[in-house]
Every structure is written in C-alpha cells, then in structure tokens.
C-alpha cells in the first residue's frame, strides 16, 4: 500500500471500496437474470460478475422472482481505483437564500410576486416529490414554495397532459414551470421532458417562455442543456435550493438568451 492509499494520510486521492478491511475493493451488487433459480443461473449471475470486473465473486443471495427469472446479489472485490481528484460534482452556483431573503429579493426586484406553475406529467402519479418542494408542509425541515409569501403557487397535481400544463402556464402568466418526472421505466423521464420543452418553444415567443424546471430521484443534473430546460434537481432537493435557484434565475436575470 502506498502513501495515497494509506488511510492514515489525510484525505487520500486513490481510494477503493471498503468492505471487510480499508481498500479491500469488496463490492455488492444486485440484479436479476431472465433465468429459472437453480445452479446455472447462480453459474450465469458469477459470470456476470466476473465480466463486470468483480473477481472472485460471490453469490450471497438469489430468490426466484416467478418461473423465468431469479434475483441476485453478489459479493466480491473489485480491483479498480477511484481517484477522487478527478471525480466531476455539478456544484450549486447560486446562494441559499433563507424564505425571508428570497421574498425580499422578490418583491424589491421583480416588485410582483414570483408566480410558479408545477405539476407531475405524463402517466406519472408520483406527486409526493412535487408536494415536498410545493406544498406548505415542505420537506426535510424546510417549509415548501406555499410558505413564501412572495410566490403565487399553482400545483396541477399528477398526471397532467403537456398540452394542459402549456395551457395552465399561459394562463397563470408563470414565471416557472416546475414539472416532476419519478417514473423512469424505458427513460419515460426524458421523453416526457423533451415533449414538454418542444411544447414550450412552440407556444412562446423566442426568449419569452417561463423558466423550466425538472426534478426527480433518477435525473442527472448535468443534463438540463441536452433536455432544453433550465435546471434539473435530483434526489433529497430541498424547497429552499428550489425558491433560491428560481430568485437566482428570475431576480438576477441569469438566464442564458441559447437556452430560451
Ligand atoms: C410512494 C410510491 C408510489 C405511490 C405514489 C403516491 C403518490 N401520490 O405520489 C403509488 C403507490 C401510487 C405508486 C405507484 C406506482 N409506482 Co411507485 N413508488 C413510490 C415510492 C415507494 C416512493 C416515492 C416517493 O414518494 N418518494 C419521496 C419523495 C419525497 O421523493 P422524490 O419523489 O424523489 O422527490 C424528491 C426529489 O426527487 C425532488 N423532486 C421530485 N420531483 C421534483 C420536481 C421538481 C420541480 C423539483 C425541483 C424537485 C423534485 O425533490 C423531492 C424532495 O427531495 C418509490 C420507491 C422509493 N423508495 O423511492 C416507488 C417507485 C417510484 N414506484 C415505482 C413504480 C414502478 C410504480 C408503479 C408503476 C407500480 C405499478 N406497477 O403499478 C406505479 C405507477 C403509478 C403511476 N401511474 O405513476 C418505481 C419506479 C421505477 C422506475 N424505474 O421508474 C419505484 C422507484 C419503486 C421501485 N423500486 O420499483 N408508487
């Protein structure tokens, strides 16, 4: 072991996966197979395994789920090396405002409320992410957008056609569209989204459209300029990062004239 992989060195560049003993490389992984449970699907799941790099591997769990296909996990070592100083984070680039400073912000600079319009599209009934981020009773501590008396908020609920939402976004004149995509089966996610910013640069004047805002457990941040929208917030989002980012975006006129 040499020095960048010695835990007792302040904050190592190389690490590996820890499982009995630092820097072991144990992993666990799960997935299932389209195969009856019996020993050539456990033979097919360490196969698997071992083309994923995991060498040796063990199956430490497989569970028939129906006739045709069997459930796995599988424990074993790794040898690949994280260097942690090339690792890519999609930082914030905005401050958290406290509710308080968002309003004051809202009313000296916009001097109207903030009016937001958000929804679940799609066949997605998922709304507990959107009533986390909308609804008074917010999330993880934090009040959601209904608190802020600065922001009109409109929730649509679940369901909601791209067409409606369009329809609903003009009407309200919204500033911000805040739409929540939990169901990903088949990337429904991201077809869902690209519908919905088509809809939008077809119903708005050029640089005229509300800002667009997705949010979801399954999305990736670093995606919102191939998807056309403006932000996207991932699992564990807060209300505040939403009100700041959309003071952030309106107030401070940070919106960039390529992605309208
Ligand atoms: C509760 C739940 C349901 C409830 C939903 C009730 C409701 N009113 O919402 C019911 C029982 C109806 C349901 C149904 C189904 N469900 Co369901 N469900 C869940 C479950 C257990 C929890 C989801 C949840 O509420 N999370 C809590 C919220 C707070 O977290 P969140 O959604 O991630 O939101 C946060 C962030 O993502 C973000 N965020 C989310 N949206 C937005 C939007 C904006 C604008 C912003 C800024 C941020 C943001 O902020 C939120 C707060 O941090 C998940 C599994 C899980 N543990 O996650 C499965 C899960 C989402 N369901 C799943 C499935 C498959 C279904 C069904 C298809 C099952 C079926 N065969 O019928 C149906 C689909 C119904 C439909 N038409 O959509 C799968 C989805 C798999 C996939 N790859 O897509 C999951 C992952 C379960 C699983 N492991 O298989 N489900």
Same mark, same amino acid.
């Given at each position: ?15 590996? *996966? ?56 599988? %424990? ?17 680039? %905005? ?52 608190? %802020? ?13 791209? *067409?409606?939402?369009?329809? $609903? ?75 700041? %980012? ?7 006129? $940070? ?6």
């Amino acid at each position: 072991m040499n020095d960048q992989m010695n835990p007792s060195v302040d904050a190592p560049v190389v690490i590996r *996966p820890y499982g009995d003993t630092t820097g072991d490389g144990m992993v666990q992984v799960s997935f299932t197979l389209p195969l009856a449970h019996d020993k050539r699907a456990e033979g097919a799941a360490l196969q698997l395994a071992n083309k994923m790099g995991i060498s040796p591997a063990l199956v430490v769990h497989a569970k028939a789920m129906g006739p045709e296909f069997t459930f796995f996990i599988v %424990y074993g070592t790794v040898h690949h090396l994280v260097e942690v100083d090339k690792v890519v984070v999609f930082e914030r680039d %905005y401050e958290l405002l406290t509710p308080k400073d968002a309003n004051a912000a809202v009313r000296e600079q916009l001097g109207r409320p903030l009016v937001t319009v958000g929804a679940c599209i799609g066949s997605d009934a998922h709304t507990v992410g959107i009533d986390a981020i909308l609804n008074i009773k917010g999330f993880a501590g934090e009040k959601g957008l209904e608190y %802020y008396g600065e922001f009109e908020v409109h929730n649509l609920g679940a369901q909601v056609s791209v *067409p409606e939402l369009v329809n $609903q976004a003009i009407a309200f004149h919204a500033d911000a569209v805040l739409v929540s995509q939990v169901v990903t089966q088949k990337d429904a996610h991201l077809a869902n989204v690209r519908e919905l910013t088509a809809a939008f640069r077809e119903a708005y004047p050029h640089g005229r459209r509300p800002l667009i805002v997705v949010g979801g457990p399954r999305f990736d941040p670093t995606m919102a300029a191939e998807l056309g929208v403006d932000r996207i917030f991932g699992k564990g989002t807060t209300p505040g990062e939403v009100a700041s %980012y959309l003071v952030h975006a309106m107030v401070n006129q $940070q919106r960039k004239a390529s992605d309208v």
